[in-house]
């Protein structure tokens, strides 16, 4: 009968049954991102929402869907974010608004643009310009609602300017109103000043500038204040920036500026880290915002520790893969090859040590047909008369069945012809 040269099985298979449990439990632990998140941002006619509007649709090019959750302001987006089962995984935090110390999950992805902080007063109620927070002294004013970061921001400027905004021995009257209530309320006398934030191109802003019975505060302690408060920077309004025919506002005008940071929790995949401020750069460049190409999205600006993806791509841009395949296309190969390397701490010592293993495995089998073939020649020895050719023929068939390597088959033809030796010799000694 023809040898049978081949490898055998078992040294294959179990490696490679091995390798593909490995392999299947490393892929079930390396989760792909889900094509669905959600953002809490702001009113739905302030610039927060805006912007998130705006990403949610350059999201939705590489087919990541942004749920977009308007909220009363910063501070509400804060508490959304911590409360994990709210599942909010984006946000947006105006400065001042939470620390490090107390969130420490979570973690900045950039600085996406500023917001200034305007205080409107009616003119009537002052007998000259206010150019000073203390000036605001026992005037009824409001800084937005409870929850927001306005109103987080105005208290901290109050107490600057050395007004006490608490309780009964209130040095001024705080109203809670929104920036449209408030508009209302300047114009029918019951409020004297109110102080917003937002961005210059905000509509409500151009209404406010419009009203000739309103005035805009230019801080001469713009610089001091920004000193105090670091998440804050000083500017220069110039005249006509918010409408040049409408020529508003009427005279170069110093402001605060709070910086609008995007905030993700630590939980997010960080796969997403790079489309989402991909999408930011392209939504910043569509919002027609008036600040300076490529000052946005940054990587200064927030007080919160900057998530090391994010670092990254500000400084270099996206990954390879992710400059050359579509997002999805990039998440299965980054799922590729992080499940291919610790293969290869499996699979390289195992075709280092599969010779041997092999060699081993082929010994024993043969060992075993050799112990056989003593064994019966022992009995034989013993009781001449025993029947033996039986045995003989089994050992001489296991032998026939071996399927080893070419390199073992010289083994093989030695086992088989110590077997036509025995038989040989048993014969002659049974006669």
Same mark, same amino acid.
């Given at each position: 009968m023809r040898l049978q040269i081949?490898?055998? *099985?078992?040294?294959?298979?179990?490696?490679?049954?091995?390798?593909?449990? =490995?392999? +299947?439990?490393?892929?079930?632990?390396?989760?792909?991102? %889900?094509?669905?998140?959600?953002?809490?941002?702001?009113?739905?006619?302030g610039l927060y929402y805006r912007f998130g509007v705006q990403?949610?649709?350059?999201?939705?090019?590489?087919?990541?869907?942004?749920q977009v959750l308007p909220s009363a302001g910063s501070a509400e987006n804060l508490k959304r974010l911590e409360d994990r089962s709210q599942n909010i995984d984006l946000a947006l935090l105006q400065g001042g608004v939470g620390s490090p110390e107390q969130q420490p999950n979570i973690f900045a992805l950039a600085s996406v643009f500023d917001e200034q902080i305007w205080i409107f007063y009616r003119r009537q109620a002052f007998k000259e310009p206010p150019t000073q927070i203390s000036q605001l002294r026992d005037k009824r004013i409001s800084i937005s609602m409870p929850g927001s970061g306005t109103r987080v921001l105005g208290l901290e400027l109050l107490r600057l300017g050395g007004l006490n905004a608490d309780g009964e021995t209130s040095d001024v009257k705080l109203m809670?109103? /929104?920036?449209? /209530?408030?508009?209302?309320?300047?114009?029918?006398?019951?409020? /004297?000043?109110?102080?917003? =934030?937002?961005? *210059?191109?905000?509509?409500?802003?151009?209404?406010?500038?419009?009203? *000739?019975?309103?005035?805009?505060?230019?801080?001469?302690?713009?610089?001091?204040?920004?000193?105090r408060m670091p998440y804050l920077k000083s500017t220069l309004l110039?005249?006509?920036?918010?409408? &040049?025919?409408?020529d508003l506002p009427?005279?170069?005008?110093?402001? &605060?500026?709070?910086?609008?940071?995007?905030?993700?929790?630590?939980?997010?995949? %960080?796969?997403?880290?790079?489309?989402?401020?991909?999408?930011?750069?392209?939504?910043?460049?569509?919002?027609?915002?008036?600040?300076?190409?490529?000052?946005?999205?940054?990587?200064?600006?927030?007080?919160w520790p900057h998530d090391e993806d994010a670092k990254e791509y500000l400084k270099k841009g996206p990954s390879f893969?992710?400059?050359?395949? %579509? +997002?999805?296309g990039a998440v299965w190969a980054d799922r590729a090859i992080r499940l291919v390397l610790p293969l290869l701490i499996i699979? =390289?010592?195992?075709?280092?040590?599969? %010779?041997?293993?092999?060699?081993?495995?082929?010994?024993?089998?043969?060992?075993?047909?050799?112990?056989?073939?003593?064994?019966?020649?022992?009995?034989?020895?013993?009781d001449r008369s025993l029947a033996w050719e039986a045995e003989l023929s089994e050992i001489e068939h296991r032998a026939r069945e071996l399927r080893v390597p070419k390199k073992y088959?010289? /083994?093989?033809?030695?086992?088989?012809m110590h077997i036509d030796m025995a038989r040989d010799h048993l014969s002659s000694s049974s006669r």
């Open positions: 081949k490898a055998p *099985p078992a040294i294959i298979i179990w490696p490679a049954v091995l390798i593909l449990l =490995v392999g +299947f439990g490393l892929w079930q632990l390396i989760p792909k991102p %889900p094509s669905t998140i959600t953002m809490t941002t702001g009113g739905e006619r990403l949610a649709q350059e999201l939705a090019k590489e087919r990541i869907t942004l809670d109103l /929104d920036a449209r /209530d408030s508009l209302k309320s300047l114009a029918s006398k019951t409020l /004297d000043a109110a102080l917003l =934030v937002a961005g *210059p191109q905000t509509p409500i802003i151009a209404e406010y500038l419009s009203s *000739p019975e309103l005035g805009l505060m230019s801080l001469v302690h713009a610089d001091a204040l920004a000193l110039p005249r006509g920036a918010i409408n &040049l025919a409408q009427r005279s170069d005008t110093k402001l &605060l500026a709070a910086t609008a940071t995007l905030v993700i929790h630590e939980d997010i995949h %960080p796969a997403l880290i790079t489309p989402i401020l991909k999408a930011s750069e392209d939504a910043l460049k569509k919002m027609g915002l008036l600040q300076a190409e490529g000052d946005f999205p940054s990587a200064i600006g927030f007080s893969l992710y400059r050359h395949l %579509p +997002f999805w699979i =390289v010592p195992l075709i280092r040590y599969l %010779p041997a293993l092999l060699k081993a495995g082929i010994e024993a089998r043969l060992s075993n047909i050799y112990r056989q073939l003593r064994t019966l020649e022992k009995r034989c020895e013993a088959a010289v /083994d093989v033809y030695t086992l088989r």
